[in-house]
């Protein structure tokens, strides 16, 4: 089935640590990718996107992430983290269905905690 | 700040009692999505409307329904909430339907059947 799936469920750091969230997706042709972020008792609000060209992109609060069309991967990375990274973090690819419409699939989410 | 507004941010619903969630937006988007959020789980999408055409996905159970009465608002309608749909309830809007268009999301409404 087609999916986006996020390796880690659950991802525990200290502060300072490097972070990096898997992601991958199963849709062959052109997609583009997302990473929104959850932080608790918000709503979800967008970390980063790529739609084209230079593959590393870079988001808000340090973030970045790769997109490897080879590997169908996209994965989310940060050089040091801080207490205040501590949230859900999901990995979404949007597509066209037929009908000419474009879905949001969502991955299942990374639950990230930093302790001081 | 233009946001997208869900009420209310908790819902208690009976068994088999009608419920209906509501979301606004003052971004003027022309798209408007429900999503259900199951704890753990990925964001499903319900349904979403461009303008006022109506989508609905596939697996969305008839039990599940939808209005938009003009752009600024959009609601939820469930006929007859089971168990099994207590979950969070996610409005999000994008300018248009193509892919490279960001959706922006409500805070959601926790719905609890009992």
């Known amino acids: 089935a087609q999916s986006v799936s996020q390796h880690n469920h659950h991802v525990i750091l200290s502060e300072a640590a490097s972070l990096e969230l898997g992601c991958n997706y199963s849709?062959?042709?052109?997609?583009?990718l997302f990473w929104y972020v959850q932080y608790p008792g918000q709503h979800l609000q967008l970390l980063l996107k790529y739609f084209s060209g230079d593959p590393l992109v870079k988001g808000i609060k340090g973030f970045e992430a790769e997109f490897i069309k080879s590997k169908f991967s996209f994965n989310l990375r940060k050089p040091s983290v801080q207490w205040s990274d501590t949230a859900e973090y999901f990995c979404?690819?949007?597509?066209?269905?037929?009908?000419?419409?474009?879905?949001?699939?969502f991955g299942a989410g990374t639950r990230l905690a930093v302790h001081p | 700040d233009a946001m997208v507004i869900q009420n209310p941010r908790y819902q208690v619903t009976q068994f088999g009692k009608p419920v209906t969630l509501s979301c606004s937006q003052t971004?003027?988007?022309?798209?408007m999505y429900w999503y259900q959020q199951k704890s753990s789980q990925a964001p499903k999408l319900l349904f979403h409307y461009y303008d006022k055409d109506f989508n609905n996905e596939a697996d969305t159970p008839d039990n599940f329904q939808s209005r938009r009465p003009n752009t600024s608002f959009c609601f939820l309608d469930i006929r007859s909430p089971g168990l099994g749909d207590a979950a969070m309830y996610l409005c999000a809007t994008s300018r248009e339907a193509g892919g490279g268009y960001e959706q922006y999301f409500g805070p959601g409404t926790r719905l609890t059947v009992t």
């Open positions: 979404a690819v949007n597509r066209k269905f037929s009908g000419g419409y474009n879905k949001l699939i």
């Open positions: 971004l003027n988007h022309n798209v």
């Open positions: 849709y062959g042709g052109t997609v583009n």
